[in-house]
């Protein structure tokens, strides 16, 4: 698919500059498949890549379309270098997660604890979970609990354990992050009380 | 535009982070009333390609307020009335979630949405 003619461009430029109420939508059916094909083209990188990028590059442009130019040359020019920097960004960023998820994997390797320590770590660990379930009562408040300290951060395993992974997917974000919201609370007063107990 | 690509539903989750778009007046509706997208498509009688796309409009402004609704209605083949009336109550709702101080005042609007037409408050 092509990139929608100079008129064409120009046109629909005008219309987001103008605040027309479906330019936008415009914009998205004519930019979004040829501006995912041409950041796959030049950056050789994944599907999911491009297309966030793409979407990011047009809400860039929509955000501020004062930004772009006529003079300087074509809109789609203009959005795909927005695009494509926004790919190299997140290929970036998750090459240096990779090579942190390396060296932090290394690091753990060299310094595994010795067995008395995991086995008294393990203790407190089982102590401080009789005191969650203490004030947590609901099986599947515990299970999302559990899965937030193991640094779950998936809301779809979260909405299973919780079990509203039948709603629809806006709401599903909503409830979720509704229900850690008040478990990370439940959390925060028994940290406090715990720290009270100690002190006194 | 009614068809769905691959790519618009999740274009139309990020138009939720824009503050310019029916999507995030949509999305913000939503939440005060403690609906989702399947209120939105049963109150527009439209399906879920259409919503996504009227996600990535432009809100309508205060100023071409009819003119706006009558072509985002006009595009997406939707009654302009019942599109009208959603924005006008997602405008009014947010902007008295916005002067609400506090949580029970809160709660206090959202019952008062519950209640039908007529209906005497309980």
Same mark, same amino acid.
């Given at each position: 698919?092509?990139?929608?003619?100079?008129?064409?461009?120009?046109?629909?430029?005008?219309?987001? /500059?103008?605040?027309?109420?479906?330019?936008?939508?415009?914009?998205?059916?004519?930019?979004?498949?040829?501006? /995912? +094909?041409?950041?796959?083209?030049?950056? *050789?990188?994944? *599907?999911?890549?491009?297309?966030?990028?793409?979407?990011?590059?047009?809400?860039? =442009?929509?955000?501020?379309?004062?930004? =772009?130019?006529?003079?300087?040359?074509?809109?789609?020019?203009?959005?795909?270098?927005?695009?494509?920097?926004?790919?190299?960004?997140?290929?970036?960023?998750?090459?240096?997660?990779?090579?942190?998820?390396?060296?932090?994997?290394?690091?753990? #390797?060299?310094?595994?604890?010795?067995?008395?320590?995991?086995?008294?770590?393990?203790?407190?660990? *089982?102590?401080?979970?009789?005191?969650? #379930?203490?004030?947590?009562?609901?099986?599947?408040?515990?299970?999302?609990?559990?899965?937030?300290?193991?640094? #779950?951060?998936?809301?779809?395993?979260?909405?299973?354990?919780?079990?509203?992974?039948?709603?629809?997917?806006?709401?599903?974000?909503?409830? /979720?992050?509704?229900?850690?919201?008040?478990?990370?609370?439940?959390?925060?007063?028994?940290?406090?009380?715990?720290?009270?107990?100690?002190?006194? | 535009?009614?068809? #769905?690509?691959?790519?618009?539903?999740?274009?139309?989750?990020?138009?939720?982070?824009?503050?310019?778009?029916?999507?995030?007046?949509?999305?913000?509706?939503?939440?005060?009333?403690?609906?989702?997208?399947?209120?939105?498509?049963?109150?527009? *009688?439209?399906?879920?390609?259409?919503?996504?796309?009227? =996600?990535?409009?432009?809100?309508?402004?205060? +100023?071409?307020?009819?003119?706006?609704?009558?072509?985002?209605?006009?595009?997406?083949?939707?009654?302009?009335?019942?599109?009208?009336?959603? /924005?006008?109550?997602?405008?009014?709702?947010?902007?008295? +979630?916005?002067?609400?101080?506090?949580?029970?005042?809160?709660?206090?609007?959202?019952?008062?949405?519950?209640?039908?037409?007529?209906?005497?408050?309980?």
């Amino acid at each position: 698919m092509r990139f929608p003619t100079p008129q064409n461009e120009s046109d629909l430029h005008e219309r987001v /500059v103008a605040a027309d109420p479906v330019a936008s939508a415009d914009l998205f059916a004519s930019f979004m498949e040829p501006l /995912v +094909a041409a950041i796959r083209a030049d950056l *050789q990188c994944d *599907q999911d890549t491009a297309s966030d990028s793409a979407i990011d590059a047009l809400f860039e =442009y929509l955000h501020t379309p004062s930004a =772009y130019k006529q003079s300087k040359g074509r809109l789609s020019t203009f959005i795909t270098q927005i695009g494509k920097r926004r790919a190299i960004d997140r290929l970036r960023t998750r090459s240096a997660e990779a090579r942190r998820e390396e060296e932090f994997g290394a690091i753990v #390797e060299l310094r595994a604890p010795a067995p008395n320590e995991e086995m008294e770590r393990s203790a407190e660990a *089982q102590k401080l979970w009789e005191k969650i #379930e203490e004030v947590v009562r609901d099986e599947r408040d515990r299970a999302a609990l559990a899965l937030i300290l193991d640094g #779950e951060r998936s809301t779809d395993e979260l909405a299973r354990a919780l079990g509203i992974d039948g709603l629809a997917q806006l709401e599903r974000q909503r409830e /979720v992050k509704r229900h850690r919201d008040r478990l990370m609370k439940v959390l925060d007063r028994l940290g406090a009380r715990l720290r009270d107990d100690q002190g006194t | 535009m009614t068809k #769905e690509p691959s790519w618009l539903r999740d274009a139309a989750r990020r138009a939720q982070f824009e503050p310019w778009t029916l999507g995030r007046l949509f999305s913000s509706l939503c939440e005060l009333e403690s609906t989702c997208d399947k209120d939105l498509i049963t109150e527009l *009688q439209c399906d879920a390609g259409t919503l996504h796309w009227l =996600y990535l409009c432009r809100a309508p402004s205060d +100023a071409h307020f009819a003119g706006d609704v009558e072509q985002i209605a006009r595009r997406f083949g939707l009654d302009p009335n019942r599109l009208a009336a959603l /924005v006008r109550r997602a405008d009014a709702l947010e902007a008295l +979630a916005a002067n609400t101080a506090d949580s029970e005042d809160h709660k206090f609007l959202l019952a008062a949405r519950d209640r039908e037409d007529g209906e005497e408050p309980r």
